[in-house]
């Protein structure tokens, strides 16, 4: 389990940063998550073409097993205690809980790493760590924001055995046993196609500075799912949140990187530390893009599932059957969801089915 050291100090990054001083602004979360759900939709029409390609895999050498000596990562979730984050930290949890002990798993420990500032009703279900959010209104509405501040604090009060991280989401599951994708130094990365740096080469430059190497430097992945050794986390995640920080303060680039701004700000930060990640398209697959679970280790069920009732991509128009997890934004989805109709595809069915199962396993539901 996660020991604790004493950390009566503040954290001097963080009054650096206070120091830098920001403009405030609050949001409520629910316009957020509409802002991105619009976005979301808005890029998809834009670059659906890309996604249905057969997916190009980047292997490492022989990819697999990272055949360190010590190659256990642990997994870190970061979350929020609001339902909706609760709901999918729980069927995350489960279904870790499946897959980590199955042959080709490299999957060590696992941390909750709550980042609204206090214990919730899933301490005794997950292992958690409580951090601080960022000091009111730093966040300017965005919560994502929180995710490198909460790394900063967790890495520096865990004691954390692992020597490779995992950073994943609530809307992870794992639908294989994960090895370590990283190579020694090299994290492990998931390419999204949405994260263009050369195309942004402009704004970029604003933070990745020309002496520091080309724009292409910088990978066009996120914070999650990384796999990444501690020891360059615990380099990269303060200059991460400094990034995030100025780049959602800088109004160019806030408009220009809008929701996507913080796996920018995670890309620049690990380019400014000389790290570059092993992209792996295998990583995960993203329902209804990606048709079939195969081979891939993590469904990311970021996206809309809506299908007619011949089984047909609806996409953007509420489906007849549906699968969105924005539809469960104050309150976890039923027990038993209904099946898709025939002539989806399994990667559909199969994620149904596995939130099924959560559900299902998980005691206390419903209760709440
Ligand atoms: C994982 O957690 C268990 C108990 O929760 C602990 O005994 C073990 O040492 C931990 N392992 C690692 C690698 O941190
Ligand atoms: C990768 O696998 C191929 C074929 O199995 C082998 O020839 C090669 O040496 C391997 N490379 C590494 C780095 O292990
Ligand atoms: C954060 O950015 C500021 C402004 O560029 C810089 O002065 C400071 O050293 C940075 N702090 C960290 C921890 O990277
Ligand atoms: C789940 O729902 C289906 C109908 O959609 C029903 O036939 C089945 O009995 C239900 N299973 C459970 C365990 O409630």
Redesign the pocket.
């Known amino acids: 389990m996660i020991g604790r050291k004493s950390t009566g100090r503040v954290s001097p990054i963080l009054l650096v940063l206070l120091a830098l001083g920001f403009s405030f602004a609050t949001y409520n979360l629910l316009s957020i998550v509409i802002h991105n759900k619009a976005s979301y939709s808005a890029l998809l029409l834009a670059d659906e073409s890309e996604l249905l390609k057969e997916p190009v895999i980047w292997r490492a050498e022989n990819a697999s097993r990272a055949g360190n000596l010590n190659s256990k990562f642990h997994v870190a979730l970061t979350a929020t205690d609001a339902p909706y984050s609760q709901w999918q930290s729980r069927i995350m949890y489960y279904w870790y809980k499946k897959v980590q002990g199955m042959p080709g798993s490299d999957m060590g420990n696992f941390t909750r790493v709550l980042h609204s500032g206090n214990a919730d009703n899933l301490m005794d279900e997950i292992p958690t760590v409580v951090v601080d959010p960022l000091p009111e209104g730093l966040d300017q509405g965005y919560i994502v924001l929180n995710r490198p501040w909460a790394f900063v604090q967790w890495l520096e009060k865990a004691t954390i055995e692992e020597e490779y991280i995992l950073m994943a989401e609530p809307d992870h599951i794992f639908v294989n046993p994960l090895p370590n994708l990283a190579h020694g130094n090299s994290p492990a990365g998931f390419p999204f196609f949405y994260i263009k740096p050369a195309e942004n080469a402009r704004i970029i430059r604003k933070f990745y500075p020309k002496e520091k190497g080309p724009v292409t430097d910088v990978d066009p992945i996120g914070n999650s799912p990384v796999i990444i050794k501690k020891s360059l986390l615990e380099e990269i995640a303060p200059t991460w949140v400094n990034i995030s920080l100025r780049m959602k303060d800088d109004v160019e680039t806030d408009k220009a990187f809008g929701w996507v701004l913080e796996m920018y700000a995670y890309a620049v930060a690990s380019a400014l530390h000389g790290v570059q990640h092993v992209l792996r398209k295998d990583f995960m697959l993203q329902p209804p893009w990606d048709l079939e679970v195969g081979k891939r280790f993590i469904i990311h069920y970021t996206y809309g599932c809506d299908y007619n009732l011949k089984g047909e991509l609806t996409y953007g128009k509420v489906g007849k059957w549906r699968f969105d997890k924005r539809s469960y934004l104050s309150g976890p989805p039923p027990?038993?969801l209904?099946?898709p109709p025939p002539g989806v595809p399994e990667s559909v069915v199969r994620l149904v089915k596995m939130v099924n199962e959560a559900t299902?396993n998980i005691p206390g539901w419903d209760i709440d």
Do not use: F
Request: proline share 0%; charged share 20%.
């Open positions: 027990r038993n209904s099946l299902a």
